[in-house]
Structures are given as structure tokens and as C-alpha cells.
């Protein structure tokens, strides 16, 4: 993983899956591959398998159980997702929380498997203990803005930079920004304010041109990159 770090997070939403999912991740990998920029896509755990036999990008996992092999009904182990052809996983999203012993757990078991974390946290205050479970990034994303259409990088700069901050105490962890991003000025206003990179969910999966909005974001990380040089 390196940056601009572009993180898709489908969810549970109707396009998520099926012939639908297939579509638009399509979709996403032509915009990825057109700028030459990588796009993260972390999708339902029924479609690890179909979309990383289809795809170059990295398909990530929504969320893995630290668990061990072993009599768990239902769990989703990261050997798993590995061998399904997951890049890696998300991890204690707002939606999907875990303990931190788990966390904690589930990096250090993904990291071994050669395999990439992104561990959610949901205020600045956690970017620090989070980092030091040396995930390969943590996503900040205050929980009031998920979903909402108001970007954390215009609503809430004070998150993005505070988090910076925080993120810089340790060493190779990167710092993604998310919740809210609708346009590619907030795309921009992130990267500005000195993310990484940026997660996003609802403005990609909601939109009947996908495609338009990626690009659209993409744009902006490669505008708000040049400006900083
Ligand atoms: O994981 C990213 C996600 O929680 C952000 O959601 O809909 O606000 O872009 P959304």
C-alpha cells in the first residue's frame, strides 16, 4: 500500500453483490487503471472470491473474526479471505465494531498472512493507540458523518489535522480520511489537510454514474498531490 490511498467501501448495498457488484467494480478498475492510480474496493465477503479472479485492484475484506481455525460457526478467518484472493481487510468499522484485543489480534494475524489492514477509528484520540498495532492505515471517520453527504474534510478539518498529528507519532502507518465525502473538492479539502488518502462509501454506491464520481475523485487526489509538490 502506498499513497494516494482511494478506498471503496461497498457495505451492504444492493450493488454491493451480484451481477451489480461485478458492474461497477469493473467500472472503478477502469478509472484505476486509466490515471494509473490504485483503488482499494472492500466488498462483501461473498465476493472476495468472484471479484479478485476478475480484478487487478485490491479487493479488500469489509471485516475479519480474529479467530482460529476451528469450531466457530459463521466466523470469516483472514487464512479466509487470503485464500479467496483478498489484498487485505478493513477492520472495527463504525458499522463493525470490535474489541481492541481483537484488533489487536486480527492486524498482527493479517500482517502475518502477507496480507494489508485498515483499522477504523472513530475520533483522533484513537489514531495513536490504533497506530501502534501497526495496521498499514488507519481510516478516521467521526460516525455522525457516515452516510450523511456532509464531508468530514469541510464539516470537521479539526478531525483531519488533529488526526495527522496523531498519525505522525508512528512510523509507516498512513492516515486516511472519511465519512460524508461527496464531491471532489472534499477530496481535495482531505488531501489538503493532509491525509493519505480517503474512504468513501454512499457517493459511489448510491450514484448511477459510479464511474463519474471515481473519476471525478481521483482528479482531485492527483490535483490536491501536484499542489503540495
Ligand atoms: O468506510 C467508509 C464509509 O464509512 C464512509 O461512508 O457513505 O459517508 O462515504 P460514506
Known amino acids: 500500500m502506498k499513497p494516494p490511498i482511494i478506498l471503496i467501501n461497498y457495505k451492504a448495498y444492493e450493488n454491493s453483490y451480484g451481477e451489480k457488484g461485478v458492474e461497477i467494480s469493473k467500472k ?9 492510480v490504485p483503488i482499494i474496493i472492500s466488498v462483501p465477503a ?37 485464500d479467496a484472493g483478498a489484498k ?20 498482527t494475524r493479517i500482517r502475518d498472512l502477507g496480507l494489508e489492514s485498515v483499522v477504523c477509528a472513530d475520533s483522533y484520540e484513537l489514531v495513536h ?8 492505515a488507519i481510516l478516521i471517520e ?8 456532509r464531508a468530514v474534510s469541510k464539516e470537521k478539518p479539526e478531525v483531519i489535522t488533529r488526526a495527522v498529528n496523531e ?3 508512528v512510523e509507516g502507518v498512513y492516515l486516511i ?14 488531501i489538503e489537510l493532509g491525509a493519505d488518502g480517503i474512504g468513501v462509501a454512499s457517493a459511489v454506491m448510491k450514484s448511477s454514474t459510479p464511474e463519474k464520481i471515481v473519476e ?11 499542489k503540495k509538490k
Do not use: C, W
Open 88 to 107: 487485505g481487510s478493513l477492520l472495527n468499522h463504525s458499522e463493525r465494531k470490535i474489541r481492541l484485543d481483537e484488533i489487536h489480534e486480527a492486524v
Open 129 to 136: 493507540p490504533l497506530a501502534l498495532l501497526r495496521p498499514n
Open 177 to 190: 480520511a472519511g465519512a460524508g465525502i461527496t464531491t471532489g473538492e472534499d477530496v481535495y479539502k482531505a
Open 28 to 36: 472503478i478498475e477502469k478509472v484505476s487503471k486509466d490515471y494509473g
Open 142 to 149: 467521526p460516525p455522525e458523518l457516515i452516510g450523511s453527504g
Open 167 to 169: 498519525i505522525k507519532k
Open 46 to 82: 461473498t465476493m472476495i472470491y468472484k471479484l479478485s479472479q476478475i480484478l487487478e485492484i485490491p479487493v479488500y475484506a469489509q471485516h475479519v473474526d480474529a479467530l482460529r481455525h476451528g469450531a466457530h460457526t459463521g466466523a470469516i478467518l483472514p487464512e479466509m479471505i487470503k
Open 216 to 226: 471525478d475523485f481521483v482528479i482531485n487526489v492527483l490535483k490536491a498531490i501536484d
